[in-house]
C-alpha cells in the first residue's frame, strides 16, 4: 500500500465499447436511442496500519485511552517440520525364485523287451535261464508331464527300477537320453534287485537340459537263472519309475505351479533425521504400488500395512497382473492417497518391542497357474516396487530431537516507519522481543545481534540489551492445532538502548539468532509434538499510545484509475459505484474516496449513499481478529459530476477509523479490504 505522496502502486483501464454503428445502404433511419446499463470492476485496496497517514505519526503524543500495538515478525522458524523421506522397496527376481512340480512317470520293460523268444513262451510254466543282454532296444519315455524342455540350475531326478520278473536282477545299467539329440541326461547302474523289489539311484540334473520326449535304454541286463519252473507272463518286467523334485529352471517350457515367491512380513524403518516418530497422522501424501512382470504366467500381489489405519481399518490391497504376452511387459500400478491415515510407528510387535520410525508391511507374490505351458527364462523377471513419498502430518508424536537452527545474518522489513525519516522523539512506549512457541517441544532462542537501519538516512542502531544477552527459554504448548504458548522480554530504558533503536525509525531489521529444539533432551519421554503449522515466531514488539482521538486515526491508500477508457463518455449519463468491504478492525469505519487528476491535484469527491459506514468486524477478548464482517456501500455519481470522472486518473481512499469510547488496544493485524465495481448507464445510437 502507498501513502497519499507515494508511487502508486497499481494501474487498471477498462475499455467497453459504448457505440455500435450498423450501416444500412437500403434506407435512411432516424436514431434509435435507448438506456443500457454495464458494471464493470474498478480498483481494490487493502488498508492495515501500515497505510496510517504519515503525518498522523509526528504528532505530539497525549493520552487517549487508546494502546496502539505493533508486532512485526522479525523471524518464523518451522523447526521442526516433520516430513517422512521418501522410502521405497524395489524387489526383484527372476525364474531362480520359481520352481517347477514335483511329479514322476513310469515306463515299463517288459520281458518281452528284454527277449523275444518269451513272447512265444507267454503263458506257459518253464525254467528261465540266466540273462546277459547288453544295448536293449530303446524305450520312448514321453516326460511331456514335466514340461516340454527344460534346462536346469538345480534338481534331481530320481530313477526307480521295480523287478516283476520270476528272477533275481543282478546288474541293470540303465541310460536316458533326450530323443532329439541323442544327449545323455542320466546314467546309473542298480544291482541285486530281488524278485518284487525296487533300487533308487538319484541324479543331479544341475545344467543338464532335459526334453519331453526321452529314450530309455537298457545298456546291460544280467539276471540270475529261475530256481525251477515259473509262469512265463511276457507283459511283465522291469518298471522304471522317473520322479523329479526340486526343479529349479534356468529356461524352461512348462505348465508352472501355483507357488508363493516373495513373502515378506517385517518391519520397516525409517531415518527421519533424529525425530524419533510413535504416532504421524497423515495430512498429505502418497503410496505407489507397481508390479512388473515379463512372465508369461499370472500373478497376483498382496500388500497390507497393518500400523496404518484409516478410521481402524487396516491399509490393504491386492493387485492381480495378466501373464505378459511374449517379448513384453506387463505392468499393474496403483497410487493410494494416504491423507488421514495414522502411523503406528512402534513397530511390528509394539507390545513386545515399542520402537520408533518402523512400520509393519506385509507383501506377497503369487504366481497364479492357469495350466498353461508357458516360456521361461533367466532373463524374465518380475519386478516389484512400493513407495511412500510426500507425507507431511497432520500431527506427529514422539521426539523430535535436539535441533539447532542458525540463521546467520539476515534481514527483514519492518513497516512501522515506513517511508519516515528525520527525528522523532517518542515517549510512553514499551517494546519488547516476543516469543511464540506452536511447537511441542521445548525451545531455546539466543539472539546474537539486532540492528536497526533507516534506508532513507542510512542511520543504523545495534539493539543492546541486557536481557538479550543470555538464552531465553519457552515451554511447549498444550496439544491442540493453533496453540502456542508466549514469551515476552521487556526492553526499557534500564536495561537497554531501545529508545535510541526504536527512534532510528528503522524500516530494516539485521539479525543473528539460534534457535533450538529440545535444548535439555528428550524431557518428555516420547510425548513431544508437532502440527502441520508448528512454528517458533520472533517478534520486535511496539505500545504505544494513540496521539489522537481514535476517530482521527486515518488510513489511506492511491489507486490509479482510468474512466476515459470507458470510450465515448460524453453518452455516458450516470454511474452507480459499489464499494464492497471486508473489515477486521473492531470499529466502524467512515470511507471517502477523492478524485484527483492526472497531476494528482484533487478535483472532488464522491459522496456515499445515506452516509453509510463500514461495519466493525469480531474480535476476541485480547481484541485479536476472529473474523471479518462485509459490507456494502452505494455512491451515486448523478449526470451532472459525470465529468469529474471524465478526468480523474486517481482515486485516493481515505479509511477514518470511528471510535466508541472504550478503552482499547489495537493491533496491526487488521485489515481492511475493499472491491470497488461501477455499473455505468449510458446512452447507445445505432
Known amino acids: 500500500m502507498k501513502f497519499e505522496n507515494s508511487m502508486v502502486k497499481s494501474y487498471r483501464s477498462v475499455i467497453i465499447l459504448l457505440v455500435f454503428i450498423l450501416p444500412i445502404a437500403a434506407c435512411k433511419r432516424k436514431p434509435a436511442k435507448w438506456d443500457t446499463n454495464l458494471a464493470v470492476p474498478l480498483f481494490k485496496s487493502e488498508l492495515s496500519l501500515s497505510n496510517i497517514d504519515n503525518s498522523r505519526l509526528v504528532n505530539n503524543y497525549s493520552d487517549t485511552g487508546y494502546t496502539f500495538i505493533y508486532d512485526e515478525l522479525i523471524y518464523s522458524a518451522k523447526l521442526a517440520q516433520m516430513k517422512t523421506p521418501d522410502t521405497s522397496i524395489n524387489t526383484s527376481f527372476t525364474l531362480a525364485r520359481l520352481k517347477l512340480s514335483d511329479r514322476s512317470i513310469t515306463q515299463k520293460i517288459t520281458l518281452g523287451d528284454i527277449n523275444p523268444l518269451f513272447k512265444l513262451l507267454d503263458g506257459q510254466t518253464t525254467t528261465v535261464p540266466a540273462q546277459d543282454q547288453s544295448d ?48 545323455i541326461v542320466a546314467t546309473d547302474s542298480f544291482t541285486n534287485i530281488p524278485i518284487n523289489g525296487t533300487v533308487t539311484r538319484s541324479i543331479d ?46 529356461s524352461a ?59 481402524g481399518v487396516m491399509l490393504e490391497r491386492n493387485l492381480t497382473v495378466p501373464g505378459a504376452a511374449p517379448g513384453t511387459k506387463e505392468v499393474r500400478e496403483e497410487i493410494i492417497d494416504m491423507a488421514g491415515y495414522m502411523f503406528d510407528f512402534r513397530g511390528k510387535n509394539p507390545d513386545v518391542k515399542d520402537t520408533v520410525n518402523t512400520f509393519h508391511q506385509i507383501l506377497i507374490v503369487k504366481l497364479d497357474s492357469s495350466g498353461r505351458k508357458v516360456k521361461v527364462t533367466l532373463n524374465d523377471s518380475i519386478r516389484i516396487l512400493y513407495s511412500v513419498s510426500e507425507m507431511v502430518p497432520e500431527y506427529a508424536i514422539g521426539y523430535l530431537g535436539n535441533t539447532l537452527n542458525k540463521t546467520g545474518l539476515s534481514s527483514t522489513a519492518f513497516q512501522l516507519f515506513k517511508g519516515l525519516e528525520g527525528d522523532l522523539t517518542l515517549k510512553d512506549f514499551t517494546a519488547s522481543v516476543l516469543l511464540r512457541n506452536y511447537v511441542g517441544a521445548e525451545g531455546r532462542i539466543k539472539i546474537n545481534h539486532m540492528e536497526g537501519e533507516n ?74 509434538f508437532v502440527f502441520d503449522d508448528s512454528r517458533v515466531d520472533v517478534f520486535l514488539n511496539v505500545e504505544m499510545p494513540i496521539a489522537f482521538s481514535i476517530g482521527g486515526l486515518v488510513l489511506r491508500d492511491t489507486q490509479a484509475v482510468n474512466f476515459s477508457d470507458l470510450g465515448q463518455d460524453r453518452r455516458i449519463k450516470s454511474a452507480t459505484l459499489y464499494v464492497d468491504a471486508e473489515n477486521s478492525y473492531p470499529f466502524e469505519v467512515g470511507l471517502e474516496l477523492m478524485l484527483m487528476d492526472a497531476n494528482h ?40 459530476k459525470m465529468a469529474l470522472l471524465q478526468n480523474t486518473a486517481f482515486v485516493v481512499i481515505k479509511a477514518t477509523i470511528k471510535g466508541d469510547g472504550t478503552n482499547r488496544k489495537i493491533y496491526n493485524t487488521y485489515k481492511l479490504k475493499i472491491s470497488t465495481n461501477g455499473k455505468f448507464e449510458y446512452e447507445a445510437n445505432f
Request: proline share 6%; no cysteine; charged share 20%.
Open 136 to 183: 536293449l532296444n530303446p524305450v520312448d519315455i514321453d516326460a511331456s508331464a514335466f514340461f516340454e524342455t527344460a534346462t536346469l540350475d538345480s534338481g534331481f531326478l530320481d530313477i526307480s527300477l521295480t523287478n516283476e520278473l520270476p528272477v533275481v536282477v543282478k546288474l541293470v545299467v540303465f541310460e536316458l537320453k533326450n530323443s532329439s539329440d541323442g544327449s
Open 205 to 250: 540334473l544341475a545344467n543338464k537340459t532335459v526334453e519331453k520326449t526321452l529314450k530309455g535304454v537298457v545298456k546291460r541286463l544280467i539276471t540270475e537263472a529261475s530256481s525251477g519252473p515259473v509262469l512265463i507272463d511276457a507283459k511283465k518286467g522291469v518298471n522304471v519309475t522317473l520322479s523329479v523334485r526340486n526343479l529349479r529352471p534356468r
Open 253 to 311: 517350457v512348462a505348465a508352472f505351479p501355483d507357488q508363493t515367491v516373495l513373502n515378506q512380513n517385517e518391519a520397516l524403518s525409517m531415518d527421519m533425521g533424529g525425530a524419533q516418530i510413535k504416532y504421524f497422522k497423515v495430512k498429505a501424501g502418497y503410496l505407489h504400488i507397481k508390479l512388473e512382470t515379463t512372465i508369461q504366467e499370472n500373478m497376483s500381489t498382496y500388500f497390507a500395512v497393518p500400523s496404518a489405519t484409516l478410521n
Open 455 to 528: 534506508i532513507f538516512s542510512g542511520k543504523k542502531t545495534i539493539l543492546n540489551a541486557t536481557p538479550l544477552q543470555s538464552d531465553i527459554y519457552i515451554q511447549s504448548p498444550p496439544f491442540l492445532k493453533g496453540a502456542y504458548v508466549e514469551k515476552k522480554v521487556l526492553l526499557d530504558q534500564n536495561n537497554s538502548n531501545i529508545k535510541e533503536f526504536v527512534e532510528t525509525l528503522p524500516q530494516l531489521i539485521h539479525y543473528d539468532m539460534d534457535v533450538e529444539t529440545n535444548p535439555n533432551g528428550n524431557v518428555s519421554n516420547w510425548k513431544d
Open 601 to 640: 491535484n484533487s478535483i472532488g469527491k464522491l459522496e456515499i449513499e445515506n452516509n453509510q459506514v463500514v461495519q466493525s468486524g469480531k474480535v476476541d477478548a485480547q481484541g485479536k481478529p476472529l473474523s471479518s464482517v462485509k459490507s456494502r456501500l452505494v455512491i451515486p455519481v448523478p449526470p451532472d
